[in-house]
Nanobody
Framework: QVQLVESGGGLVQPGGSLRLSCAAS????????MGWYRQAPGKQRELVAT???????NYADSRQGRFTISGDNAKNTVYLQMNNLRPEDTAVYYC????????????????WGQGTQVTVSS
């Protein structure tokens, strides 16, 4: 069984920074890509950023420049550095891992973390 465990959320003032981490654990053979999504109250879950195991990254347009995604393939871990945070960034941030191949499922399937709350408020 694969688990994604997020950490690093919390309360921060506008203009502040946070760094989210997500570590995947289990009998993992490979992970095709990892990323971050977020869901604000009353809104749909939306993309923040993804990173392929090759290092290629993809950002939602409005986040590029303030947010930076990075990963460590050897540790099956993805990070999200968030700078100059705004109140509208307040949301639950979810880690996602795509095409996670395991011993039990070598074809791979997606997994989600349970989410970490980020609140931007003065």
């Amino acid at each position: 069984q694969v688990q994604l465990v997020e950490s690093g959320g919390g309360l921060v003032q506008p203009g502040g920074s946070l760094r989210l981490s997500c570590a995947a654990s289990g009998s993992i053979l490979s992970i095709d890509a990892m990323g971050w999504y977020r869901q604000a109250p009353g809104k749909q879950r939306e993309l923040v950023a993804t990173i392929h195991r090759s290092g290629d990254t993809n950002y939602a347009d409005s986040r590029q420049g303030r947010f930076t995604i990075s990963g460590d393939n050897a540790k099956n871990t993805v990070y999200l550095q968030m700078n100059n945070l705004r109140p509208e960034d307040t949301a639950v941030y979810y880690c996602h891992a795509d095409l996670v191949a395991t011993v039990a499922d070598p074809d791979g399937m997606p997994y989600w973390g349970q989410g970490t709350q980020v609140t931007v408020s003065s």
